[in-house]
């Protein structure tokens, strides 16, 4: 591995060197287009933001200002959609979302917007959907669950890790990547402990309640479960890791994720963030839009393919055919591509779609042919609403609703 990771860093991608030596840093959060930013004073790294922990444990959200509002969508909006009537369930292929800039859930119909939406608890990030109907939301306060049917809240589940005072925005604690098991009886939650390491907590979805508990690494941005339901993997953003545990027994054990090093710790930039689990059980996570990072949770490898994004990615997805989707956020850290949806084949083939600003994470229609991609981004930037994309076209749609979506599900 680290031979692997140095003849990486001294190496060209996309035609072009990478001069990593001089440590990758926390940048600003937006950079115009072509331009690197160049870091010469080591003591910045401490007053810098971003992806890395906050280390003055400020909500950035209160630093947005304007250019907030200068990150939403302008399409014009379509008609409103109608909310189905009351006793009448919820129609297959609606859009749910996790409104991070709020307290709820959107029920956004995909050609025509939201129609409801159902509280939930203080910034909901990701969400999960049952096939009996029950969506369970990560929000800062505890797990909610929602009927998608009767678009009704059926409580909240506390959490058993203390995350201190309930707040929001991008480093909160709390709930943020969330999964269930392939046969719906356990749920898995990683909640972020502000300042320290993570955890995954183990629901019993009978009975509503958190009946274990497993360490795991610092910000746990997402959580997947293997295909078989015998482990569960948590992408742990702060420590560059991936904890695979044993459902069985609960098992830890931690593979480092960072195919450009570790260097500048909590400065970085370059951290996992989302994985999608392949039908082989490998995981796929994508880096900068330059390197996707392929573990092999049997044996701890990782190795590394040639991404051609160029932009700081976050949400990843499959299709139904195996075709991986990731969500790429824009110039950020040493990325210098614009906000886009890659679309990579089996083979390594990619078409890169633009994106109108910074997006987040990424769902598929049941029949593998159309993108939601929402715009909730952690950061500045973000909109209020989704984007529709095409994957045989790559024609793209924006669609407003929710507030701040993160997560989202098709129903």
Request: charged share 25%; with cysteine.
């Amino acid at each position: 591995m680290k031979g692997d990771r140095e003849s990486l860093r001294a190496g060209r991608v996309n035609g072009r060197r990478k001069d990593l030596a001089r440590g990758p840093v926390e940048g600003p959060a937006k950079r115009p287009k072509r331009r690197r930013a160049l870091l010469v004073v080591p003591v910045l790294l401490g007053l810098l933001a971003g992806c890395a922990q906050d280390p003055g444990g400020a909500d950035p959200d209160t630093r947005q200002g304007a250019a907030q509002d200068q990150g939403r969508g302008t399409s014009p909006k379509p008609p409103a959609a109608s909310a189905p009537a009351p006793g009448t369930p919820t129609p297959a292929g609606t859009l749910l979302v996790a409104d991070f800039g709020g307290d709820t859930v959107t029920f956004m119909d995909p050609e025509r917007g939201p129609f409801a939406s159902v509280e939930v608890g203080t910034a909901p990030y990701g969400l999960t959907v049952g096939a009996d109907g029950r969506a369970w939301v990560a929000t800062a306060e505890g797990v909610a669950v929602v009927d998608t049917r009767t678009r009704e809240s059926l409580g909240r589940i506390p959490y058993r890790t203390e995350t201190g005072p309930v707040t929001d925005g991008e480093y909160r604690g709390g709930g943020m990547g969330i999964a269930l098991a392939p046969d719906g009886k356990r749920l898995y939650i990683g909640v972020n402990v502000p300042g320290g390491a993570g955890v995954l907590e183990v629901v019993d979805t009978a009975s509503r309640r958190v009946v274990d508990t497993v360490p795991v690494g610092r910000r746990p941005f997402d959580v997947d479960v293997s295909r078989d339901g015998r482990e569960v993997y948590a992408t742990n953003h702060d420590s560059f890791d991936v904890t695979a545990v044993r459902t069985d027994g609960l098992d830890a054990r931690r593979f480092e994720v960072a195919p450009y090093g570790t260097e500048g710790g909590l400065g970085s930039w370059l951290k996992p963030h989302y994985a999608a689990v392949r039908e082989d059980g490998r995981l796929l996570l994508p880096f900068e839009g330059e390197r996707l990072a392929v573990l092999d949770p049997r044996t701890g490898r990782v190795t590394i393919e040639r991404m051609t994004a160029d932009t700081h990615q976050h949400g990843a997805a499959l299709t139904p055919d195996g075709t991986l989707l990731a969500v790429g956020t824009g110039p950020i850290g040493s990325a210098e591509g614009d906000a886009s949806l890659t679309i990579r084949a089996k083979d390594g083939r990619e078409r890169v779609v633009p994106l109108e600003g910074p997006h987040e994470d990424v769902a598929v229609s049941r029949d593998g042919r159309t993108a939601y991609v929402t715009g909730g981004f952690t950061r500045d930037g973000y909109w209020d609403g989704i984007t529709v994309v095409g994957l045989a076209d790559g024609d793209t749609r924006r669609l407003p609703g929710g507030s701040r979506p993160l997560g989202i599900a098709v129903l």
